[in-house]
Protein backbone atom coordinates (compact mmCIF):
# COMPACT_ATOMS: atom_id res chain seq x y z
CA UNK A 1 0.00 0.00 0.00
CA UNK A 2 2.77 2.12 0.73
CA UNK A 3 4.60 1.80 -2.63
CA UNK A 4 0.89 2.42 -4.14
CA UNK A 5 0.66 5.53 -2.35
CA UNK A 6 4.04 6.85 -3.12
CA UNK A 7 3.32 5.60 -6.80
CA UNK A 8 0.27 8.01 -6.40
CA UNK A 9 2.12 10.98 -5.58
CA UNK A 10 4.50 10.72 -7.69
CA UNK A 11 1.99 10.78 -10.57
CA UNK A 12 0.34 13.98 -9.32
CA UNK A 13 3.32 15.89 -8.70
CA UNK A 14 4.51 15.21 -12.44
CA UNK A 15 1.51 16.21 -13.72
CA UNK A 16 0.97 19.17 -11.52
CA UNK A 17 4.37 20.20 -12.68
CA UNK A 18 3.62 19.45 -16.40
CA UNK A 19 0.63 21.81 -15.59
CA UNK A 20 2.97 24.39 -14.39
CA UNK A 21 4.74 24.04 -17.21
CA UNK A 22 2.34 24.72 -19.90
CA UNK A 23 0.98 27.94 -17.74
CA UNK A 24 4.25 28.95 -18.31
CA UNK A 25 4.59 28.33 -21.48
CA UNK A 26 1.52 29.89 -22.30
CA UNK A 27 2.24 33.19 -20.35
CA UNK A 28 5.72 33.22 -22.50
CA UNK A 29 3.95 33.17 -25.72
CA UNK A 30 1.33 35.73 -24.71
CA UNK A 31 2.21 39.77 -25.28
CA UNK A 32 3.34 41.50 -22.96
CA UNK A 33 1.22 44.37 -21.04
CA UNK A 34 1.54 47.90 -22.68
CA UNK A 35 2.06 51.08 -20.25
CA UNK A 36 -1.05 52.98 -20.21
CA UNK A 37 -0.53 56.65 -19.36
CA UNK A 38 -2.58 58.96 -16.93
CA UNK A 39 -4.32 60.38 -20.01
CA UNK A 40 -6.04 57.10 -21.62
CA UNK A 41 -8.70 57.02 -18.96
CA UNK A 42 -9.35 61.02 -18.73
CA UNK A 43 -12.53 61.83 -20.74
CA UNK A 44 -12.52 63.92 -24.39
CA UNK A 45 -11.54 67.80 -23.68
CA UNK A 46 -14.19 69.64 -24.97
CA UNK A 47 -13.31 73.43 -26.38
CA UNK A 48 -14.08 76.00 -24.48
CA UNK A 49 -15.20 78.39 -26.88
CA UNK A 50 -16.88 77.43 -30.18
CA UNK A 51 -16.10 79.91 -33.13
CA UNK A 52 -18.38 80.40 -35.58
CA UNK A 53 -17.14 82.52 -39.15
CA UNK A 54 -20.81 83.83 -39.60
CA UNK A 55 -21.91 84.36 -36.34
CA UNK A 56 -18.66 86.68 -35.91
CA UNK A 57 -19.07 88.76 -39.33
CA UNK A 58 -23.32 88.83 -38.24
CA UNK A 59 -21.80 90.45 -35.10
CA UNK A 60 -19.05 93.27 -36.62
CA UNK A 61 -22.56 93.37 -39.17
CA UNK A 62 -24.27 94.86 -36.04
CA UNK A 63 -21.88 97.24 -34.75
CA UNK A 64 -22.30 100.50 -36.03
CA UNK A 65 -20.02 102.45 -38.63
CA UNK A 66 -19.36 105.39 -36.03
CA UNK A 67 -18.42 102.90 -34.12
CA UNK A 68 -16.09 100.63 -36.38
CA UNK A 69 -14.40 104.33 -36.99
CA UNK A 70 -13.93 105.61 -33.40
CA UNK A 71 -12.29 101.78 -32.36
CA UNK A 72 -9.82 101.94 -34.82
CA UNK A 73 -8.90 105.66 -33.78
CA UNK A 74 -8.48 104.33 -30.62
CA UNK A 75 -6.39 101.74 -31.70
CA UNK A 76 -3.48 104.42 -33.41
CA UNK A 77 -3.23 102.23 -36.61
CA UNK A 78 -3.77 105.18 -38.36
CA UNK A 79 -0.93 107.31 -36.71
CA UNK A 80 1.38 104.42 -37.53
CA UNK A 81 0.41 104.30 -40.85
CA UNK A 82 1.95 107.83 -43.36
CA UNK A 83 0.03 106.93 -46.30
CA UNK A 84 2.46 109.61 -47.90
CA UNK A 85 5.62 108.06 -47.50
CA UNK A 86 4.39 104.93 -49.10
CA UNK A 87 2.96 106.59 -52.13
CA UNK A 88 5.06 105.89 -55.40
CA UNK A 89 6.09 108.84 -57.65
CA UNK A 90 3.82 108.41 -61.11
CA UNK A 91 6.31 107.37 -63.68
CA UNK A 92 6.97 109.80 -66.48
CA UNK A 93 6.23 107.75 -69.03
CA UNK A 94 2.67 106.95 -67.24
CA UNK A 95 2.04 110.61 -67.06
CA UNK A 96 3.08 111.01 -70.70
CA UNK A 97 0.57 108.57 -72.27
CA UNK A 98 -1.97 110.20 -70.13
CA UNK A 99 -1.38 113.44 -71.47
CA UNK A 100 -1.73 111.92 -74.94
CA UNK A 101 -4.79 110.47 -74.62
CA UNK A 102 -5.95 113.98 -73.19
CA UNK A 103 -4.30 116.11 -75.98
CA UNK A 104 -5.62 114.79 -79.13
CA UNK A 105 -9.32 114.72 -78.02
CA UNK A 106 -8.78 118.74 -76.74
CA UNK A 107 -6.55 119.45 -80.32
CA UNK A 108 -9.53 118.32 -82.46
CA UNK A 109 -11.92 120.21 -80.03
CA UNK A 110 -10.75 123.24 -80.42
CA UNK A 111 -10.37 122.64 -84.50
CA UNK A 112 -14.30 122.36 -84.30
CA UNK A 113 -14.30 125.74 -82.46
CA UNK A 114 -12.37 127.18 -85.03
CA UNK A 115 -14.79 125.97 -87.77
CA UNK A 116 -17.55 127.37 -85.70
CA UNK A 117 -16.17 130.57 -85.99
CA UNK A 118 -15.20 130.66 -89.06
CA UNK A 119 -18.71 129.47 -90.34
CA UNK A 120 -19.70 132.75 -88.08
CA UNK A 121 -17.72 134.83 -90.40
CA UNK A 122 -19.21 132.98 -93.44
CA UNK A 123 -15.72 131.66 -94.19
CA UNK A 124 -15.41 127.87 -95.07
CA UNK A 125 -13.03 125.62 -93.31
CA UNK A 126 -11.82 122.35 -94.07
CA UNK A 127 -11.09 120.60 -90.82
CA UNK A 128 -8.83 117.79 -91.83
CA UNK A 129 -6.99 121.00 -93.53
CA UNK A 130 -7.00 122.65 -90.01
CA UNK A 131 -5.38 119.59 -88.54
CA UNK A 132 -2.82 119.28 -90.66
CA UNK A 133 -1.64 122.76 -90.35
CA UNK A 134 -2.25 122.89 -86.72
CA UNK A 135 -0.64 119.71 -86.21
CA UNK A 136 3.00 121.09 -85.90
CA UNK A 137 2.24 124.50 -83.93
CA UNK A 138 -1.07 123.95 -81.55
CA UNK A 139 -0.85 120.33 -81.32
CA UNK A 140 2.90 120.13 -78.89
CA UNK A 141 2.17 123.85 -77.45
CA UNK A 142 -1.25 121.88 -76.10
CA UNK A 143 0.15 118.57 -75.04
CA UNK A 144 2.99 120.49 -72.93
CA UNK A 145 0.51 122.07 -70.71
CA UNK A 146 -1.82 119.01 -70.40
CA UNK A 147 1.71 117.32 -68.97
CA UNK A 148 2.79 119.97 -66.88
CA UNK A 149 -1.12 119.83 -65.53
CA UNK A 150 -0.94 115.95 -65.07
CA UNK A 151 2.24 116.03 -63.27
CA UNK A 152 1.62 118.16 -60.67
CA UNK A 153 -2.59 118.57 -60.42
CA UNK A 154 -2.41 117.31 -56.75
CA UNK A 155 -0.41 119.77 -55.49
CA UNK A 156 -1.87 123.27 -54.39
CA UNK A 157 -0.56 125.86 -56.39
CA UNK A 158 -1.26 124.52 -59.25
CA UNK A 159 -5.23 123.67 -58.43
CA UNK A 160 -5.00 128.01 -57.19
CA UNK A 161 -3.33 128.72 -60.26
CA UNK A 162 -6.42 126.86 -62.36
CA UNK A 163 -8.68 128.47 -60.14
CA UNK A 164 -7.62 131.53 -61.33
CA UNK A 165 -6.69 130.97 -64.99
CA UNK A 166 -10.41 129.62 -65.38
CA UNK A 167 -11.66 132.73 -64.16
CA UNK A 168 -9.91 135.11 -66.12
CA UNK A 169 -10.20 132.68 -69.39
CA UNK A 170 -14.04 132.03 -68.44
CA UNK A 171 -15.12 135.49 -68.49
CA UNK A 172 -12.81 136.87 -71.48
CA UNK A 173 -14.74 133.98 -73.47
CA UNK A 174 -17.88 134.91 -72.57
CA UNK A 175 -16.73 139.03 -73.09
CA UNK A 176 -16.15 137.50 -76.71
CA UNK A 177 -19.01 135.42 -77.17
CA UNK A 178 -21.54 137.89 -76.15
CA UNK A 179 -20.10 141.30 -77.63
CA UNK A 180 -19.49 142.65 -80.93
CA UNK A 181 -15.61 141.54 -81.81
CA UNK A 182 -13.73 141.32 -85.11
CA UNK A 183 -12.67 137.73 -87.20
CA UNK A 184 -9.17 138.18 -85.01
CA UNK A 185 -10.40 138.94 -82.04
CA UNK A 186 -12.77 136.16 -81.99
CA UNK A 187 -10.60 132.97 -83.66
CA UNK A 188 -9.07 133.38 -80.03
CA UNK A 189 -11.71 131.93 -79.00
CA UNK A 190 -11.15 127.95 -79.81
CA UNK A 191 -7.62 128.20 -77.55
CA UNK A 192 -9.32 129.70 -74.65
CA UNK A 193 -12.44 127.24 -74.51
CA UNK A 194 -10.54 124.33 -74.66
CA UNK A 195 -7.95 125.68 -72.00
CA UNK A 196 -11.40 126.46 -69.99
CA UNK A 197 -12.96 123.17 -70.24
CA UNK A 198 -9.67 121.29 -69.62
CA UNK A 199 -8.93 123.43 -66.35
CA UNK A 200 -12.65 122.62 -65.14
CA UNK A 201 -12.08 118.89 -65.60
CA UNK A 202 -8.83 119.02 -63.82
CA UNK A 203 -9.50 121.22 -60.63
CA UNK A 204 -11.53 119.99 -57.68
CA UNK A 205 -15.16 119.98 -57.76
CA UNK A 206 -15.29 122.84 -54.96
CA UNK A 207 -12.42 125.07 -56.42
CA UNK A 208 -14.51 124.34 -60.07
CA UNK A 209 -17.78 125.56 -58.50
CA UNK A 210 -16.14 128.09 -57.24
CA UNK A 211 -14.36 129.83 -60.88
CA UNK A 212 -18.01 129.36 -62.23
CA UNK A 213 -19.31 132.51 -60.12
CA UNK A 214 -17.08 135.29 -60.86
CA UNK A 215 -17.97 133.70 -64.52
CA UNK A 216 -21.68 134.01 -64.04
CA UNK A 217 -20.61 137.65 -62.57
CA UNK A 218 -19.26 138.61 -65.85
CA UNK A 219 -22.30 137.49 -67.61
CA UNK A 220 -24.84 139.55 -65.48
CA UNK A 221 -22.51 142.27 -66.38
CA UNK A 222 -22.13 142.25 -69.34
CA UNK A 223 -26.34 141.30 -69.91
CA UNK A 224 -26.88 144.45 -68.17
CA UNK A 225 -24.69 146.80 -69.65
CA UNK A 226 -25.27 145.50 -73.14
CA UNK A 227 -28.91 144.72 -73.26
CA UNK A 228 -29.00 143.90 -77.04
CA UNK A 229 -26.62 141.32 -78.74
CA UNK A 230 -25.83 141.71 -82.20
CA UNK A 231 -24.71 137.90 -82.29
CA UNK A 232 -27.92 136.71 -80.98
Known amino acids: MAKITEINNDSSSSSSSSARKKDLRKRGNAPAPTARSKNDDAPPVKPLLNFDKSEADNDLDDIPDDDKWRMVEESGILKKLDLSEHQKPVALSVVATASLFFTVPLFLLMIMFEV ?3 QQFSEDKDFVQLCRDKVTTALPALFVVVFLVHRFANTNIVQYGMLLASIVLG ?4 QLVLGTHTYG ?9 VAWIYFIAQMQLLLACLSLVPVMG ?3 WIVYSQPAFPNW
Open 218 to 220: SVG
Open 185 to 193: EMMSVPGIA
Open 171 to 174: SRMM
Open 116 to 118: LVG
